[in-house]
């Protein structure tokens, strides 16, 4: 069984960036799509990024499009998400999630992390 963990989030101003990173046990993800969402409070949880196995294919939210980067490391089983810029907006907590499709719908993704929190003030 996959397992997920989340690091890196943490309080940052307006402008700041950070870096998340995701790392799994249990087993390889190097053929697994991966992916990040954020859930902000009395909100539903959104795509943020996902990545393919072979990160030939990207696709971001139009939200974060230019200002954030996913990216992996088979070798190392682990995604990361590179946050510039960040804004009040992005406040939330963000889950990485692994499966064996690749899109943009939580659905599609079996594991999950348990979450760890961003939030940027302004």
């Known amino acids: 069984q996959v397992q997920l963990v989340e690091s890196g989030g943490g309080l940052v101003q307006a402008g700041d960036s950070l870096r998340l990173s995701c790392v799994a046990s249990?087993?390889?993800?190097?053929?697994?799509?991966m992916a990040w969402f954020r859930q902000a409070p009395g909100k539903e949880r959104e795509f943020v990024a996902a990545?393919?196995?072979?990160?030939?294919?990207?696709d971001y939210a139009d939200s974060v499009k230019g200002r954030f980067t996913i990216s992996r490391d088979n070798a190392k089983n682990t995604g990361y998400l590179q946050m510039n810029s960040l804004k009040p907006e992005d406040t939330a907590v963000y889950y990485c999630?692994?499966?064996?499709?690749?899109?943009?719908?939580?659905?599609?993704?079996?594991?999950w992390g348990q979450g760890t929190q961003v939030t940027v003030s302004s």
């Open positions: 999630a692994a499966g064996k499709s690749f899109g943009s719908s939580p659905t599609e993704y079996p594991y």
């Open positions: 990545i393919i196995w072979s990160s030939r294919i990207k």
């Open positions: 249990g087993g390889t993800i190097s053929t697994y799509g």
